[in-house]
């Protein structure tokens, strides 16, 4: 009998199959199969965090615009504590949403440990000992940590940061289309050298997996003295920084010109906005807003950014791992397939 994440429990008699078989071709297959009423819950809570979003931006344009017409202050402090409940409300529910991730990662982690663990308690017969036992230490200790990690916020995560680019895109626009489609213009460029800078990362990210199981399988080897000096782990261990240093230049460069772009558009707010300001077409509370829309626009723009290099990069870390897992599978010898 199998508890619902496919692992025997205690008493009960084993399957007859390792249950490590049948993990899904696709990442997001596995996340269906092991948390779909998590994911179900964590997306409500998620689109309660952004619509929250958007509100203080306009009790902030508000409370400017209430002081420069010199209305009674009065008003300025009701909408601070509004200001200020809001923020609470949304605060606590993103804490609630980040711990319950946080859960749902964690549980993914321990399924597929324990996955690895029934396929590789006995080295398969057509692997050494040393390829099965530095591959299996490689896969639960450093392997294991991103793809449950990555479980926890997979659709929760693009939910939210597309519903606070979407809303806040909304009341920018709403505020004023000729200033958004300025800004709009300058955030272009990003849809073009974003996807670039990110294959690069994603092909080093997969070569840098190979090279860290074939240094764990050295590690074993070295053990049982089948490579006493060391020379292979030596250029595992120089493939690993090499590749791990291209990974930071093209992430830290595609940050850099992500960040350049946010400060060009404030430059285009301020510039735009406030003209407009100096001719009365606009007041100075929307550009305010304005601008503190666009400080919003950037993490969530830079966290969707993020997620998408960890969808590629992750799916190529979990297809390497199901077949890792497959390959145990197939070449277990016949007496761990039978019933215990």
Known sequence: MLDPLGIA???MS??????AAGLPANIFRYVVATSAVHQALLSLLTIIVFLL???????QRRAVNDLVEGRAFRRVVLIALGYAGTVLLQGSTKLGLNVYRGWVGERAKRDLRRRI??????????SPAAEAQGIASAMIVAEVEPIGGFLGESISEPLLQCGILLSVLAYIVHIDPWMALAAFAIFVPQFVFVPLLQAAVNRRTGARIQVLRRLGIGVIANGEQKDPSGRFDEQMIERAFALDMGIFRFKFTMNFLMNL???????AALLVGGWWVYTGRLEIGSVVAFISGIGRLTDPWGDLVNYFRDVTATQVK??????????FSASAPASRAAPG
Do not use: K, N
């Open 9 to 11: 429990l205690p008493g």
């Open 14 to 19: 084993r399957p007859r199959l390792p249950v």
């Open 53 to 59: 979003d958007v509100v203080p931006l306009e009790l």
């Open 117 to 126: 663990r029934a396929v590789v308690a006995a080295p398969p017969a057509a």
């Open 261 to 267: 772009g946010t400060h060009l558009q404030v430059i």
């Open 318 to 327: 979990y297809r390497l791992f199901v077949d890792a897992i497959d390959r």
